[in-house]
């Protein structure tokens, strides 16, 4: 069955290391997304991309990156960890057309 | 500013009763709207939508009602479950249709 998986699923760091987070999906998706869910935020949008080389910020990207070498990754960089950041990060992808997208497990990420 | 809110962080229900969640918007550029149901560590999942050429989607006990004069939304569930018990976001997506503004969230428990 195609799904969409996200690693590590846990990650401890400290303040200022480089972080990356994976995020993989085998429907052939074009469109791919990075949520933050924060307590009372709901699901703010970092980066997105609509195809390979496409990347675009988000609501909040501000000490995010993104690159999208291929249509299955779309991996999440964190490049100076900072504790505002600590969050728990959703991938997920969408076909096209309306609205509906399907999500990973998450990515709980502290840094201390 | 919140485009997309969710006013109650969480609502308290006895099995087989109604659960009624709210949700309002500002921008009147959101032309589709969804609800999505998100368990403890796991990714949120889609649940139902409306278009706003509606004003009613019905799927099993999930009825969902969009009042565009009054930019509010709102989802039913009859007769409610204890396995409803999850947080539910919703989600209004731009004229666009490439991206989803998130809610706060409301957490819902069904008391058996």
């Known amino acids: 069955d195609a799904e969409i998986t996200q690693s590590p699923r846990h990650k401890i760091t400290e303040t200022g290391r480089q972080v990356t987070l994976a995020c993989h999906q085998t429907?052939?998706?074009?469109?791919m997304f990075w949520y933050r869910q924060d307590l009372g935020h709901g699901l703010r949008l970092i980066h997105y991309?609509?195809?390979?080389?496409?990347?675009n910020k988000g609501e909040v990207s501000d000490g995010y990156s993104v690159s999208r070498s291929n249509t299955e990754d779309l991996p999440l960089t964190l490049e100076s960890a900072a504790s505002s950041q600590t969050s728990v990060y959703f991938c997920?992808?969408?076909?096209?057309?309306?609205?509906?997208?399907?999500f990973g497990p998450g990515t709980r990420l502290t840094v201390l | 500013d919140q485009q997309v809110k969710q006013n109650s962080p969480s609502l308290s229900v006895q099995e087989g009763r109604i659960s009624i969640l709210n949700c309002d918007y500002t921008?009147?550029?959101?032309?589709?709207f969804l609800w999505y149901k998100k368990y403890p560590a796991e990714g949120p999942t889609f649940l139902i939508s409306?278009?706003?050429?509606?004003d009613k989607n019905e799927d099993g006990r999930f009825t969902v009602f969009l009042n565009k004069s009054a930019k509010h939304l709102s989802l039913h569930i009859v007769p409610s479950q204890p396995g409803d018990s999850a947080v539910y976001f919703c989600?209004?997506?731009?004229?666009?249709?490439?991206?989803?503004?998130f809610g706060g969230g409301t957490r819902l428990m069904v008391k058996p």
């Open positions: 997920a992808s969408r076909a096209g057309g309306n609205g509906e997208q399907f």
């Open positions: 429907w052939n998706h074009n469109n």
């Open positions: 991309s609509y195809g390979v080389h496409d990347t």
């Open positions: 921008n009147s550029m959101f032309d589709y």
């Open positions: 409306i278009s706003s050429i509606k």
């Open positions: 989600a209004a997506l731009n004229n666009a249709g490439n991206m989803l503004t």
